[in-house]
């Protein structure tokens, strides 16, 4: 639900080897807990990572890309804590 109380919806995002991301411009990092940091413009503060500690994986906000992608979503995950205000009306996996 963390991902709804930050964004006020649902958040696309999408994860990667740490070492397949390239980062353009400035990020701050927050020690989030004990066991992740999660990623922010130190501009504008929008958060763009998030990162399991020792993973080797990196999550980032599909929002931060410029330009076109060629991504697609595979599934929806936390749907059991949705806002009611919305259906998910396509047959990708929900967990």
Partial sequence: MQCRKQSGHFMADAEVPEGEIGIKGAVR???ASATARRGFCPVCG???FWQRLGSGDMRFSLGALD???GLRLQRHLHVASKGDYYEI???LPQE
Avoid: V
Wanted: no cysteine; glycine share 24%; charged share 0%.
């Fill in 89 to 91: 009306a396509h047959g």
């Fill in 67 to 69: 330009g076109p992608s």
């Fill in 46 to 48: 929008s958060g763009l």
């Fill in 29 to 31: 990092w927050y020690q």
